[in-house]
């Protein structure tokens, strides 16, 4: 028996929620049995309800049924009532696509049931092309946590994977545990006053507390499930989440490999060199200091007062100055604000109310007073109260002396003025500690010429070359084809969306904490650790499954190529935005499942077509643009084809319909995974069909993207610059091909959107390629 | 070193807040403020202050004594509430102004012929008299602040308003020759010169 005829393709059609009184039942289950050539067609009045979800299943066990289009609402709607995974299922939306999204009146039931009709033709010819996705089984579960980094966050990532029941491995390069924070002397405190806390300038506020880490530490090191690798670095990361063999080596050369299922980057910071601010002179005065320094001093302190470095004199007067080298709009200096350094120094100039008494000055020159967080302003109004004054004004300039000289610009009474202090402390800003981008000699190119790419390259070449030239370090050593390490956003933090899916990174099954994804203090990291671990231990349970992560969760379908048809071209290893793409010996590309995230950007990268899905393909896709009906250029029926992101276009149309709001019958929408998984040949094939307009409705793309997966809508944009050349060879206008931005919220907007295609073909004609 | 250079480096020391603090009523609240001007923008007569109540706060901290304490700025407060009702963080403001203001006078550094300050004089003599104040005499003391012909002239510009007020018996010429005071004045002039010696016990001296 050939496989094609194990196959049973069977339409439930549900009839309820106003389906049954709106459309011409009779018209859809025919269109279904002899347009969509259906063995089984079968009605229900609730195919949600338990009765109608035992009827499909029923089918499955005993009638062979092996493929499945459910006729009814959305794919977003009745998700676990329709969670049928062990055949080849498709969704039908003819309840928020057609008939929410058109007026109940007489002339438009025509037009209503043709586009019923259209939906359950493009649905069973999408079903013919789909099979049930099932897992690789390229890995298994592996509950190896591995944790670089060893400070607040790494420590916090590793206790909370450990207490879940996993194994950690925690790398740390430095001899000790606890980073910056075992530095510090006192840390700002977690918590704010107590509820009813009068607001008096006696109030009990809260205090400078001690920073926790020693006891953090001790947990670290008596955990049973935690191993600890001092004074080490990951030299080579390989493989996929749920089997990455890891290289830690120590300085001295011994190696460990270690098999991990996941990986939690928790690289904290460095603070910004004040050598690059020469106003501030810190390098000509042993009394002018880093707000790390200032820690230093304080412990130093023991129980006495604290003294300057220069020659041991009891401080009297300190001076701070915040953002220094940060929110600049200078070349090398900090464009961004680190956000706590404001809470730092108010900390800092309680040590010297504590230590050295109310009679020593206390002076934070601030521009924007910040101090985020519950405790926030009960720790500034701490500082008032006790005495801290802050004084909103520019430092222009610290001149070493005797005692030091600060000139700064009052702001509030507009006016110079110039003070002799002790001591002065810069508050300088984090710099995040990220391994090399992977893409910043791609970006670097970005919209230059032939000449200048040409001198660019050249630049790089040499300063690879240069021995002496400074290195970023790598900090994961990953063997992807696409980059050692984790791609950058901005300034050095790794990129990932801080709002929708704060830890997950560009690479999959590897996770991104603390100040090494965004500036921030002790508590925020903490919950930050926590996150990532959380996201770590998921990625361990999903991998072992086959499971996709972030954004299509549970995914069981994963890319594969057809090898005879493939060019070695590259196309999918370059532009995955996951780099989850190798390549092979043979230089054919190589996939690795637990990397991949399913968004299909390398099948609509590949030129000439032989990547695919089981349940998503060109085949898929280019069966429903088919299987739509052309009406014959008389009837003045436009067609218009509409490509919607599944996450955020797709859900503003169906919203769009729940609220009550007019799509044009025109229309007819096909879900895609991303933007960037369309293939040019859907556009081509549609303009040859003769739809007369085509809408790719796709997120935001640039640097504050809206894109679940990244790069998808960016790629989506870049290839479609190219339509206009094939426009050109149909002899079409322009005008009938567009690609918009479109947010989950744009409810009335997606479907003007629509509108105004429909009127703009008014006003262009027909497509001349009806046949 | 001159004078002005040591004024300079003084600038920014707790020294004159610390005294604000001690000597000021409501002083200690100076420090809490947090800069965000909403006092100045409020406050319906702003606009004629030399400094607004948030500069007034700042200009403490930055220890600038003379310029404070010989300012009108607190002298023009109407004592309206409008600060103290939207202040975020809850300064008695108009109490803050009022304590200044005193102050100022207290060390006489006042500026002179403040309207309000004298007013506040008159007030205040009037009133320790007799234990009470007389309307008619605090007018009339008013009238003839300036001198005695822009006195008569301003009797006269108010005398209708002033026979009116005679003939609904809200102003007795009689109270001219002495008036009505409380039944132990002496004992009040007691009261409250004890109470001034206390305060003046209390105040800090910062010199």
């Known amino acids: 028996m050939s496989e094609v005829a194990e196959k049973k393709f069977a339409a439930y059609i549900c009839t309820g929620c106003g389906i049954g009184d709106r459309l011409d039942t009779g018209e859809l289950e025919q269109t279904a049995s002899r347009d969509g050539r259906m063995n089984v067609v079968k009605m229900h009045e609730m195919l949600c309800n338990k009765e109608g979800v035992q009827m499909i299943r029923d089918d499955i066990a005993n009638d062979g049924v092996t493929h499945a289009v459910i006729v009814g609402c959305s794919r977003r709607a009745k998700v676990e009532a329709f969670d049928i995974t062990d055949i080849a299922m498709t969704r039908c939306n003819i309840r928020e696509a057609v008939i929410w999204a058109r007026p109940d009146t007489d002339e438009n039931k025509k037009t209503t049931q043709e586009m019923a009709n259209d939906y359950i033709r493009m649905s069973c010819g999408e079903i013919k092309q789909m099979n049930k996705p099932s897992p690789s089984g390229q890995q298994g579960r592996n509950p190896n946590v591995l944790v670089v980094g060893g400070g607040v966050t790494g420590m916090t990532a590793a206790l909370e994977a450990a207490e879940a029941g996993y194994t950690v491995h925690l790398v740390e390069k430095t001899g000790a545990l606890g980073g910056h924070v075992a530095q510090l002397h006192k840390r700002v405190p977690f918590k704010a006053a107590p509820v009813g806390t009068p607001n008096s300038p006696d109030a009990n506020l809260p205090m400078p507390e001690d920073t926790g880490i020693a006891d953090m530490i001790s947990a670290v090191e008596g955990n049973d499930n935690i191993k600890v690798y001092l004074n080490s670095t990951i030299t080579k990361t390989s493989g996929a989440p749920g089997r990455f063999s890891v290289d830690i080596s120590t300085e001295s050369g011994d190696t460990t490999t270690e098999n991990i299922g996941s990986i939690v980057q928790a690289t904290g910071f460095k603070l910004y060199d004040p050598e690059n601010l020469p106003e501030f002179n810190y390098a000509g005065s042993p009394d002018i200091i880093t707000n790390l320094e200032m820690e230093a001093l304080a412990n130093a302190a023991g129980d006495g007062p604290i003294k300057r470095p220069s020659d041991g004199k009891e401080v009297t007067s300190v001076l701070f100055v915040q953002d220094a080298g940060q929110n600049s709009s200078d070349e090398d200096r900090l464009p961004y604000d680190s956000g706590i350094g404001d809470l730092v120094s108010i900390k800092q100039a309680l040590y010297f109310k504590h230590h050295n008494g109310d009679g020593c000055d206390t002076t934070i020159c601030y521009n924007n007073l910040r101090t985020p967080g519950a405790p926030g302003e009960d720790f500034y109004r701490s500082g008032q109260k006790n005495g801290v004054i802050f004084t909103k004004s520019d430092v222009k300039e610290v001149t070493p002396g005797d005692s030091l000289t600060v000139k700064m610009h009052d702001k509030i009474l507009d006016e110079d003025a110039e003070v002799k202090v002790d001591l002065v402390v810069l508050d300088l800003g984090m710099v995040p500690n990220s391994g090399p981008d992977p893409y910043a000699a791609n970006e670097a190119l970005e919209g230059m010429s032939d000449e200048e790419r040409a001198e660019e390259l050249e630049a790089q070449e040499a300063h690879a070359a240069d021995e002496n030239s400074i290195k970023v370090e790598s900090i994961l050593n990953l063997d992807y084809r696409q980059g050692t390490d984790l791609p950058h956003l901005k300034h050095g933090f790794t990129d990932s969306h801080f709002i929708c899916f704060p830890y997950e990174t560009r690479r999959t099954g590897i996770y991104a904490a603390g100040p090494v994804r965004r500036p921030m203090d002790i508590r925020q990291a903490m919950d930050d650790a926590t996150g990532a671990a959380m996201k770590a231990i998921q990625e361990i349970e999903n991998a072992a499954q086959g499971r996709a992560a972030h954004p299509r969760v549970g995914d069981l379908s994963y890319p594969s190529f057809r090898k005879e048809g493939c060019t070695q071209c590259k196309r999918c290893t370059v532009e995955c935005p996951f780099g989850a793409i190798d390549e092979d010996e043979e230089r054919y590309p190589q996939y690795n499942e637990s990397r991949c995230r399913r968004c299909g950007t390398c099948m609509g990268a590949c030129p000439v077509r032989v990547i695919s899905f089981e349940n998503y393909s060109v085949n898929t896709v280019g069966a429903q643009i088919k299987e739509c009906d052309i009406p014959e250029e008389w009837d003045e029926k436009p067609r218009i084809l509409v490509l919607a992101c599944e996450n955020d276009a797709y859900p503003a149309l169906d919203q769009a319909a729940i609220s009550g709001v007019e799509i044009s019958p025109w229309a007819r929408v096909v879900p895609v995974r991303c933007l960037g998984s369309t293939s040019l040949s859907w556009v081509t094939d549609a303009l040859n069909n003769g739809y007369d307009g085509i809408i790719m409705m796709g997120c935001k793309r640039g640097d504050d993207y809206q894109c679940h997966f990244v790069r998808g809508s960016a790629m989506a944009n870049e290839r479609m610059a190219k339509v206009g050349d094939t426009l050109e060879s149909l002899n079409l206008e322009p005008e009938r091909v567009v690609v918009e931005e479109v947010a989950i919220t744009d409810i009335d907007r997606a479907p003007q959107l629509i509108q105004d295609m429909a009127d703009t073909i008014e006003k262009i004609g027909l497509s001349p390629f009806k046949f | ?207």
């Open chain 2, 1 to 207: 070193m001159s004078e002005m250079n040591k004024a300079m480096i003084e600038q920014y020391r707790n020294s004159f807040l610390s005294e604000v603090e001690a000597n000021v009523e409501e002083g200690e609240w100076v420090k809490m403020c947090m800069q965000c001007g909403v006092c100045s923008g409020s406050c319906p007569l702003g606009k004629h202050w030399a400094h607004p109540p948030q500069e007034i706060f700042m200009m403490i901290r930055a220890g600038k004594r003379d310029e404070v304490l010989t300012s009108d700025s607190m002298w023009m407060c109407t004592s309206c509430y409008n600060c103290i009702v939207r202040c975020p963080r809850q300064l008695p403001i108009t109490h803050i102004m009022h304590g200044l203001a005193t102050y100022a006078k207290k060390l006489g550094l006042t500026p002179k012929n403040q309207p309000t300050a004298k007013f506040a004089e008159i007030f205040w003599n009037n009133m320790m008299k007799k234990g009470r104040v007389n309307e008619l005499k605090l007018g009339l003391s008013l009238y003839f602040k300036d001198g005695f012909g822009p006195g008569i002239k301003e009797a006269l510009r108010n005398k209708d308003l002033g026979m009116k007020m005679m003939k609904a018996k809200r102003m007795a010429a009689s109270e001219f020759f002495g008036g009505h005071g409380v039944k132990d004045v002496s004992g009040l002039q007691k009261m409250i010169k004890k109470a001034q010696e206390l305060e003046d016990a209390r105040m800090k001296k910062f010199d």
